[in-house]
């Protein structure tokens, strides 16, 4: 679960959502500076991917992401600069 609401003071507010799952998100960007790549994915997403989908994952450690609990990290190996973008007509 989460919460979504307004945090502060009377001199400061902001508009957050504080859960777990957030908190999660929010590590593994990080890592992605640490690693150097740009996506990393955890156990929990890959699990829910395709086989050949995996097939292309490349573990790259693993870490305490949620609650203490052991986490596979993973990564995709590509050249962002060979994506192209399609654009559609309107």
Do not use: F, P, W
């Amino acid at each position: 679960g989460s919460i979504e609401g307004a945090i502060g003071s009377v001199y400061k507010i902001d508009a957050s959502y504080l859960s777990q799952h957030v908190n999660g998100a929010s590590k593994l960007e990080e890592k992605t500076k640490e690693y150097g790549c740009h996506i990393i994915i955890s156990d929990d997403i890959a699990r829910h991917m395709s086989e050949s989908a995996r097939n292309n994952l490349r573990i790259i450690d693993v870490i305490n992401l949620i609650d203490e609990e052991e986490t596979k990290i993973y990564t995709i190996d590509l050249d962002i600069n060979a994506l192209s973008i399609e654009e559609e007509d309107y």
